[in-house]
């Protein structure tokens, strides 16, 4: 009689991995569909591009303003280039149809004083006070952005 060996057998690893694939397939979708998940993700992406690129005013000492539009927001130098993060080789470009966890976001209302952009000075502070509201399958957060500090606030609206 030959000793068991211990060990776990390369079919096991396989199905075990197979079933943790398949559950990853499931799951991960099902989580980025719930709406709050989406939509605060999103609010939360307005709030760390706005201060990457206080960030990057402040840092570079430049003037750069921050583009709306409903699909999304890109940076701009006051030469209307693209303005890339801080150690980052791209430009700060936010396109909700184009990033798949994003895909069904849309800025509803953009309330920016007249024109659908904020300016951030050499200082990194934000000139206007403005709004965005921002909407997932039928849920609707409203973004405030204070003038000065940028401080972001986020409330749900109801529909």
Same mark, same amino acid.
């Given at each position: ?7 776990? &057998? ?22 980025? +569909?719930?709406?709050?998940v %989406? ?12 201060? %990457? ?10 003037? =750069?303003?921050?583009?709306?539009? &409903? ?6 130098? %006051?030469?209307?280039?693209? =303005? ?16 798949? =966890? ?13 024109? +659908? ?9 934000v000139d ?6 921002? &909407?997932?399958?039928?849920? %609707? ?13 986020v ?5």
């Amino acid at each position: 009689m030959q000793p068991r060996r211990a060990g776990i &057998s390369l079919l096991t690893v396989i199905v075990g991995l197979f079933v943790i694939g398949f559950l990853a397939v499931v799951a991960i979708p099902g989580y980025f +569909n719930r709406h709050d998940v %989406t939509l605060e993700n999103a609010c939360r992406l307005v709030s760390r591009d706005l201060r %990457t690129l206080q960030n990057r005013a402040a840092l570079d000492k430049l003037t =750069v303003r921050m583009v709306f539009d &409903s699909d999304g927001w890109r940076a701009l130098d %006051t030469n209307d280039k693209p =303005v890339a993060g801080i150690g980052e080789s791209h430009p700060v470009v936010r396109r909700f149809e184009g990033e798949g =966890v994003f895909a069904g976001v849309v800025i509803e209302r953009i309330d920016l004083g007249g024109d +659908n952009e904020l300016a951030i000075d050499r200082r990194g502070l934000v000139d206007k006070h403005g709004e965005l509201d921002i &909407s997932f399958r039928g849920e %609707t957060r409203r973004v405030k952005i204070h003038r000065g500090s940028g401080d972001i606030g986020v409330a749900p609206l109801a529909r």
